[in-house]
């Protein structure tokens, strides 16, 4: 431990199983009937189906005999109503047990899903930190993307179509019994997909590692994750195939949700989540924008840790004094987007400038990210950044 490490104590939070490896999508029959499970809710959205995502699944579960239904009714960045009406489709079939195949969309909703199975009522009725009394139904994760971690993450994430909100409902029954790891499912993610997904993973390793919560457990994970998409996003990206960097991938994302899911996120997110309720941009997508624009403003709240994501990007420190070293890890992150051809400037998005200080105030409805974030921030600060970044 170094000297930072020393002066706190520090909490982890993990799932009890994690299978990780091509192929493992084969086993999920097996765990179904290890947590209980007869009849599965099958929990997605039809962009899944159409890739053909659910077909093997559906096979595996044939074949040990386990009764199936699919609720495919799951829509990006999902509207609480999405869950609700697959906890309705859970009790009306019978189910009992939860099995989300898909991105962070499908996960959640069966983190959702689960919850209700027991809890009953509405999602929004159990928004907030640990507001869920009692565990779910049981549930196993299975990610197609190579982003949010949501898989082994405490929290599921919703639209409050109402307020025009994001909100989370943060509990440790969000937690899978199971999370199967696959690299294979996420093969025929398009490179939009794959580079959109990617970068959310990489924030999650970012904000996590500079968080002001960052333990000496989630440091390992995000160090790891960082190293990996650094090297492998580009890959993943240019050549979808390729089974080592989809491998790596699928890694990285999970240990950077193992990483946030005990330190934390910060401004990135707080900033990142008015782009996508307003312009409806995808989750990950709206951090890669915001990403080096927060990193810029953050890097003298702990140039150490900056310099070391330089150094992890492959930056070589070399003769450059603390800071300079802590600018390279910006550079390094707007070379990695240039490359996946990600643009971090909101005007390339057709937002109108005029629309800056709307998103400030959404940006503010989220300052509870700001505690972690290692620099202060008040509006002033956010409608600097927001200006920067456009
Ligand atoms: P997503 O689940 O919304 O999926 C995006 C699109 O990709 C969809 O159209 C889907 O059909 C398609 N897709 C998914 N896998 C595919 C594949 N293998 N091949 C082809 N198409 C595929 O995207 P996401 O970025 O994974 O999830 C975003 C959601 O996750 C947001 O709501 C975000 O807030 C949430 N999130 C949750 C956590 C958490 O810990 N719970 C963390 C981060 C983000």
């Not at 500079?210 to 440091?219: G, H, K, M, Y």
Request: one cysteine or more; aromatic letters at 6%.
């Amino acid at each position: 431990m170094n000297e930072n490490h020393q002066s706190k104590t520090h909490v982890f939070f993990s799932p009890t199983k994690i299978i990780v490896g091509l192929n493992s999508a084969s086993q999920v029959a097996q765990e179904v009937k290890q947590f209980g499970g007869s009849r599965v809710l099958i929990v997605t959205d039809p962009g899944v189906v159409a890739a053909n995502l659910i077909a093997p699944i559906a096979s595996s579960l044939k074949s040990g005999n386990v009764d199936y239904v699919i609720y495919d009714g799951v829509e990006p960045e999902p509207p609480s109503r999405v869950i609700d009406r697959g906890a309705e489709v859970f009790q009306s079939e019978g189910c009992d047990l939860v099995l989300g195949v898909g991105g962070g969309s499908s996960l959640d909703c069966a983190k959702g899903i689960s919850i209700l199975a027991v809890n009953k009522g509405k999602i929004l009725d159990y928004c907030g930190v640990d507001q869920v009394p009692k565990n779910g139904t049981p549930m196993i994760l299975m990610p197609t993307t190579a982003g949010t971690g949501s898989e082994v993450t405490r929290v599921l994430v919703l639209t409050d179509e109402e307020q025009n909100t994001k909100n989370v409902v943060f509990t440790p029954y969000a937690l899978a019994n199971a999370a199967i790891v696959d690299p294979l499912l996420t093969v025929s993610m398009p490179p939009t997909v794959t580079a959109d997904t990617g970068m959310d993973a990489m924030v999650h390793a970012i904000e996590t590692y500079v968080s002001i919560n960052a333990t000496v457990f989630s440091d390992i994970l995000a160090e790891r994750a960082i190293a990996l998409i650094a090297e492998n996003l580009p890959i993943a990206w240019a050549k979808g195939s390729n089974s080592r960097a989809r491998c790596n991938m699928s890694l990285a994302a999970t240990l950077a949700g193992m990483a946030f899911g005990s330190g934390g996120l910060g401004a990135v997110h707080a900033l990142a989540y008015p782009l996508g309720t307003e312009y409806h941009m995808t989750h990950g997508r709206t951090n890669a924008i915001m990403l080096p624009h927060v990193m810029r403003y953050n890097s003298p709240g702990n140039p150490a840790k900056y310099a070391r994501i330089a150094e992890l990007m492959g930056r070589d420190l070399e003769g450059f004094a603390l800071l300079e070293a802590a600018e390279l890890a910006v550079e390094a992150i707007e070379d990695l987007l240039d490359t996946i051809r990600v643009s971090c400037r909101i005007k390339d998005y057709g937002i109108p400038e005029a629309d800056l200080p709307k998103l400030a105030a959404g940006g503010m409805k989220q300052a509870r990210l700001f505690v972690p974030n290692p620099r202060d921030l008040n509006e002033d600060d956010v409608n600097s950044i927001y200006k920067e970044a456009y």
